[in-house]
């Protein structure tokens, strides 16, 4: 089925390229665009007077941890959030889900990591053994990788390009910023030759490689071994050193403020404001925080981290770190609250927020086909109510939401 929607504001992934334009979708795609001339709808077309609107690209979470969660997919796509970055899984449950996201256009797709690039009792063990409640989790945690020469190295990255995996993920993460038990002090990381073994065989195969990393000194760590990207902002003040490093590499980061703020227990009244409309378990879930980092850090330095590399000119892109496991997040509304935190706390404009969540996480991890509003590419579309490029407040407005072309939301 085709669809003519009329009359919108056209924001293309990248600025306002329309007060009054046209997009016809056909067969998943978006085959026509004017900017101000009417298009002819085709015989059996819908046609959407979009007046009052903006049409904008599918959202773009580009850091969440999906596991087997079909609703966390079911409710991102509701708040537009059209494709999500799925940043460590079990490569069974990533499979899976991959066959969902293809199967059904009423849920968000998923590229996804694969297993992350981990090491024995290194991270992320911690943090699952304190959130999950599954009763074989230490045989799940057992399996993962062991990266600690270039052979374990180059088994996990052939192993996650068979299940599908489109980038790798390292970890970098000594435990030290954190409160909660973890089985050794410091935490287990590799070393800076087996890191650039990783980085090396993804990039080999084509994989964007990005980091988990929380303090400077990881975040050097990591960079020094040649990845693409951070995975999280720095919690520590930022330095010249952290901007040069960032530049040597052309890499980008992911800032992840909601989750951070769940992890210091700040932001509680942003929370509140996001879950308002919630319900039960889902609202207690959303005002719910972690509250893991140690009290000598605060989200103030993560604030001033991402600013300073936005104006530095270091790609920043719109990322939650959302699982159904991790209190103080949830599909979708989380990627609102992080536009907003970008607005509101990292002094962005609606406009950088916006490309933060579509065109440059297109550009970053390769997705060619969404992220932009332009003849060829996917109709993954969102249309919302108001002007978000004026106030980032009106993506929430939510009107239609389409996927692969296909309308799977509608207010």
Not at 147 to 169: L, M, R
Not at 181 to 209: C, D, N, W, Y
Not at 380 to 399: C, F, M, Q, Y
Request: glycine share 6%; proline share 4%; charged share 25%.
């Amino acid at each position: 089925m085709s669809t003519l929607i009329c009359n919108a504001r056209l924001f293309d992934g990248y600025k306002t390229i329309s007060e009054d334009g046209h997009v016809l979708i056909e067969s998943g795609r978006i085959s026509k665009v004017s900017l101000d001339q009417p298009l002819s709808a085709p015989a059996g077309c819908a046609v959407l007077d979009a007046r009052g609107c903006t049409l904008i690209p599918g959202l773009i979470d580009a850091h969440v941890h999906v596991f087997e969660d079909v609703n966390l997919l079911e409710t991102a796509i509701k708040y537009g959030v059209t494709t999500v970055l799925d940043m460590h899984n079990e490569r069974e449950w990533f499979k899976k889900i991959s066959a969902i996201t293809r199967q059904r256009h009423d849920v968000s797709d998923v590229k996804s990591c694969g297993s992350a690039a981990t090491i024995k009792n290194g991270w992320p063990s911690a943090i699952v053994r304190l959130v999950s409640k599954e009763e074989n989790l230490e045989e799940r945690i057992s399996k993962w990788p062991n990266v600690h020469d270039q052979q374990s190295v180059d088994e996990c990255i052939a192993q996650n390009k068979v299940v599908g995996a489109s980038f790798t993920k390292l970890m970098q993460e000594d435990g030290h910023t954190m409160v909660i038990p973890f089985p050794e002090r410091p935490v287990p990381t590799p070393s800076l030759e087996i890191q650039k073994m990783v980085v090396e065989a993804s990039h080999k195969e084509g994989f964007v490689a990005v980091a988990h990393a929380l303090t400077n000194h990881s975040t050097l760590q990591v960079l020094r071994a040649g990845v693409d990207g951070l995975a999280h902002a720095s919690i520590d003040p930022i330095t010249d050193e952290v901007v040069q490093a960032f530049k040597k590499n052309n890499a980008f980061v992911i800032p992840t403020l909601v989750v951070h703020a769940s992890s210091s227990g700040e932001e509680q009244e942003t929370r509140e404001m996001f879950s308002k409309h919630l319900h039960g378990a889902d609202k207690e879930h959303m005002l719910g925080c972690l509250h893991i980092t140690s009290d000598k850090f605060t989200i103030k330095n993560v604030y001033e981290q991402v600013y300073t590399l936005k104006e530095a000119g270091i790609d920043v892109l719109c990322g939650t770190d959302t699982s159904g496991d991790l209190p103080g997040t949830r599909g979708g509304i989380s990627v609102h609250q992080e536009l907003w935190m970008l607005v509101n706390r990292c002094r962005f404009t609606p406009i950088e927020a916006l490309a933060s969540a579509t065109s440059k996480i297109s550009e970053r991890f390769r997705l060619a086909d969404r992220g932009v509003i332009e003849e060829g590419r996917l109709a993954d579309l969102v249309l919302v109510s108001g002007d978000p490029t004026e106030s980032i407040d009106a993506v929430r407005n939510v009107k239609t939401v389409w996927r692969n072309g296909e309308a799977v939301f509608n207010s």
